[in-house]
């Protein structure tokens, strides 16, 4: 069973950075596809970013390219958001998640969340 615990939210500035973490334990980040979600107040649920297993591809929304960053560390079995110029339509709850599955696009495993909340 894998488990994931996000830490790293909080309340910023308009224009501020925060780092997202996400550590996994179960299985090592490196055996999963992982992305990060989020869900803010009134809207669906949306993949922010996205990270392969196989060769560390990555994907981001069209409303973050530019100013996230996915990575993952091997050693730590931990996976990150680096979110700059953030900016108040990032504010929602954030979610990482994983599959072990290259074929099927559901997640399996989730982690509680952590609430980022850009003020103006």
């Known amino acids: 069973q894998v488990q994931l615990v996000e830490t790293g939210g909080g309340v910023v500035q308009t224009g501020g950075s925060l780092r997202l973490s996400c550590a996994a334990s179960?299985?090592?980040?490196?055996?999963?596809?992982m992305g990060w979600f989020r869900r803010a107040p009134g809207k669906e649920r949306e993949l922010v970013s996205a990270?392969?297993?196989?060769?560390?591809?990555?994907y981001y929304a069209d409303s973050v390219k530019g100013r996230f960053t996915i990575a993952r560390d091997n050693a730590k079995n931990t996976m990150y958001l680096q979110m700059n110029s953030l900016k108040p339509e990032d504010t929602a709850v954030y979610y990482c998640?994983?599959?072990?599955?290259?074929?099927?696009?559901?997640?399996?495993?989730w982690g509680q969340g952590t609430q980022v909340t850009v003020s103006s």
């Open positions: 998640a994983a599959r072990p599955s290259d074929f099927t696009p559901q997640y399996d495993y």
């Open positions: 179960g299985r090592t980040v490196s055996s999963l596809n």
């Open positions: 990270i392969r297993r196989t060769d560390s591809s990555t």
